[in-house]
């Protein structure tokens, strides 16, 4: 009679579990796109749940889905992974669709590009944890919010082309003359991200886009070309709002 107790119980406990996925799968709308993280300037700051941010939990930031939600992040560039809890709101940068602790950002391989494609997936919550596993509603959203929101997914275009030598490429991956300052926005170890962030951005025409391929094998996601450097300044205000963390570059 015990054993069919604790088989009862069992069976209610792992039936609750995987039902969590059956009842909020279709509120994630957004399955990839590009993540950022936040670290420092947050440390020690109150997140939008009421907690304490701390860099060194893995922990998310999402726009609409409910607090305590368990999220699979994966890089697409590497294949790694980590699971993380929502526990506050954002991001609030366009073509971002989660924003990661510092831990979790680690653990990802995303400390120096900044920002990394991602998928993601509502997983179930670790079954030894101590953390908070109380949900709110989930807003309701409509489809136009959506997409005006975030990109559903990149479009990658369909010009060819590839970079081989160290140098500047426009859009269409043509080599182009590197005299002068840009404003870099990104930057990757994989050309596939470099591109996939580039068919993102769609608040900057593509003929001021480039990619430059560096000595240190880097591919630079750049805006330009500017002859000096106070033209170069002024489009980083202009778009720093929808790129933060932008930076004049001197092209050598």
Known sequence: MKFLCKLSAYTLFFISIFSFNDVYAQNLHETEGFASYYADDFHGKRTA????????????????????????????????TVTVRINDRGPFARNRIIDMSLAAARILGMLGPGSIYVRLEMVNPPIETSEDKSSVSVPELESNEIYLRFRSKPVERTSGG????????????????????VVQLASYSELRSAKLYLDQIDDISSNELFIQYSDNGKYRIVVGIFKNRDDAEKKKNQIQNHHPGCFVLTLR
Do not use: C, Q, R
């Open 162 to 181: 590839t970079i081989s030598d160290y140098g500047l490429y426009n859009s269409n991956m043509e080599k182009v003359n590197s005299k002068g300052f």
């Open 49 to 80: 749940n009421g907690e304490i941010y701390d860099m060194h939990k893995l922990t998310a930031a999402h726009p609409y889905l409910p607090f305590n939600t368990w999220i699979k992040v994966t890089n697409v560039a590497n294949n790694k």
